[in-house]
Structures are given as structure tokens and as C-alpha cells.
């Protein structure tokens, strides 16, 4: 008789300096977007589905760097990475610096399923998504007045660098990871990138390994942070592989970004499901925005 797991999910919106009147904002988010996975969990749906509906719900949400909300390239426009990964089997779709795509996770979904690829990027990408039934927007139907300012304001800001933006303000990518009542595991992650990006700038995000891994034989990770830090660590896969050495979700998570911080002086957080179910969170970021609902039931989101 096969022992059947409890489902459990956690959902993050991002590692940065989180400004305390944003926090409810951005705990709300976080909190409908797990509530929602966890339901499609508790409804015999998979692990995937759950991701995916987290991630689409943030991809919607304006508080976040992910669908509408983007931060902008040096151009002014916005260009989406994401990543979504199945831990049966370890197969991954993903799209980069792809433009006029209100949820690019919907569309790496498709990526994942519908081709024998692992990333598409820009045009082809955009090419794909319509020949699949996606809805062109246009650029300014992702664009918010927040972040017009934000690039207005660094465009004259000549000391700005990237990694600052980690330190201080910016704006949260999203990402979920979740294990199925079957022991499937799944991570998914999604966004605008970081400020002040060259146009065509491939952030650590859509990058297997970076931006998100499962495996259902250890565990699923999503990360968020200075992209170009995180693929030197390849924070996700790193994380996944110290739960495959037997150290929990948890552990394997604080042990992950320890390894970012010393070896890479990186920054930023990561989220991971074991496969025994147990969730983990760490980051050295000033904070880190997030939702979870264990094994357990038990509810949980806040920004740490
Ligand atoms: N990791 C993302 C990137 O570098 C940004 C973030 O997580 O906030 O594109």
C-alpha cells in the first residue's frame, strides 16, 4: 500500500529591504497566492498545478517584480523570464526576456509540456505564446506608476549598482514550491528581473539549476536575489543537493545561501520542500516575503 503524503506548499514575493508600509501588500499576496495552490492540493490536483496557479496569481498582483508590476529595462520596457519545474523526471519549460505576456509561467508551462525544449526566448518565445492561444498585451498593460518613477529616479543615478537594489528598494520576484498528496514536487518562479537591466539581460530566474529545481527523489527549490550571483551558486540546485545528502528542507535551504553568501558574495533567499513534505526558508537579504501551509495545515506568512 502506497503511504500517501500530506500536501504542503510555500510561496515567496521576493528578498529585499521590504519598506514597512508595504508589508501588508505584499504578506496578502503571498498569502492568497499560497491559499490558492494549497487548494488545488487539497483537491487531488498536482504539484504543478499548484505552482502554477501561485505563480499566475503573483504574476497579477502589482505589488510584485513578476507580470504587471515589472521593473523596466534601461529602454523603459519590460521583459519576463520563468521557469517551472517537474520533480518527476526533472523536466523544466522556461521563457526568457519575453514581452506583451501578461503570465509568462502560463507560457513555460507550455514550453515544458509542448516541446522538446527547455527555454525559448524573446521572439520566439513571444511567437510561440500566440501560436498556443496567448493574448498579446500591450507593454503598457504591465507597466505600473511605481516603477516608472523607479526608472526615472535611477536613470540619474549614476552610482546605482545592481546588487544596492537587494540591499534597498526594488520590488519581489515570485516563486512557489509544493509536494502533491503522490510525492510529486514542482517549483516555479517568475519575473521582471532587476533595475537598470540591459535590454536582452537573462537574469538567474529562467536557468534550471538557478531560478528554481525539483527533483522528486530529494526536493524543489525557488530562489530569488542578484541573478548574476545566484547562477555562480546555482542556488537552486545547490540547495536540492544537500537535501539529497539527507539535511531538510530547511537546513539544506540555510546551508544553500550560506554557500551564496561565502563563495560568491551573493544575495538573496530561496524556498524548498523535502521530499518528506517539510518546508525551509532562508535569505541574506534584509527580508524576505512569504506564505506557507505545512504538511500540518498550519498557515503561515510574514515578512522576515
Ligand atoms: N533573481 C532575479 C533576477 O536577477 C531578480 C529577483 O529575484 O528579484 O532577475
Not at 498545478?49 to 510584485?64: G, K, M, S, W, Y
Not at 538573496?268 to 535569505?283: C, E, R, S
Request: glycine share 12%; net charge positive.
Amino acid at each position: 500500500m502506497s503511504v500517501k503524503i500530506k500536501p504542503a506548499i510555500i510561496v515567496h514575493g521576493g528578498a529585499w529591504k521590504i519598506p514597512k508600509p508595504l508589508w501588508k501588500k505584499h504578506i496578502n499576496g503571498c498569502s492568497a497566492a499560497c491559499r490558492a495552490g494549497y487548494e488545488k492540493l487539497t483537491a487531488g490536483d498536482t504539484a504543478i498545478d499548484a505552482v502554477t496557479e501561485a505563480v499566475r496569481i503573483l504574476e497579477d498582483d502589482p505589488t510584485f517584480d513578476a507580470g504587471v508590476g515589472a521593473l523596466l529595462n534601461l529602454l523603459g520596457e519590460v521583459e519576463l523570464d520563468a521557469i517551472i519545474v517537474d520533480g518527476n523526471g526533472t523536466t523544466s519549460g522556461s521563457v526568457a526576456v519575453i514581452q506583451h505576456i501578461k503570465n509568462p509561467i502560463l507560457v513555460a508551462r507550455k514550453v515544458m509540456e509542448m516541446t522538446p525544449h527547455r527555454l525559448l526566448a524573446g521572439k520566439g518565445a513571444e511567437l510561440f505564446a500566440e501560436q498556443t492561444g496567448f493574448k498579446k498585451c500591450k507593454t503598457t498593460d504591465l507597466i505600473v506608476g511605481r516603477e516608472l518613477k523607479r526608472y526615472a529616479r535611477l536613470n540619474k543615478n549614476r552610482k546605482f549598482k545592481i546588487p544596492d537594489a537587494f540591499r534597498d528598494k526594488k520590488g519581489g520576484t515570485v516563486g512557489a514550491v509544493a509536494i502533491d498528496s503522490n510525492g510529486n514536487l514542482a517549483a516555479a518562479t517568475s519575473t521582471g528581473g532587476v533595475p537598470k537591466k540591459l535590454p536582452g539581460r537573462v537574469g538567474d530566474t529562467p536557468i534550471l539549476g538557478s531560478g528554481a529545481f525539483a527533483d522528486n527523489r530529494c526536493g524543489a527549490a525557488s530562489a530569488t536575489g542578484w541573478g548574476e550571483s545566484i547562477m555562480k551558486s546555482s542556488l537552486t540546485k545547490t540547495a536540492c543537493d544537500f537535501i539529497y545528502e539527507g539535511y531538510s528542507a530547511q537546513r539544506a535551504a540555510t546551508m544553500a545561501i550560506r554557500d551564496l553568501q561565502r563563495r560568491w558574495d551573493g544575495l538573496g533567499g530561496v524556498i524548498t520542500v523535502d521530499k518528506d513534505g517539510n518546508l525551509g526558508m532562508a535569505y541574506n537579504t534584509p527580508q524576505m516575503a512569504f506564505a506557507r501551509i505545512a504538511g500540518s495545515g498550519r498557515f503561515r506568512a510574514g515578512i522576515e
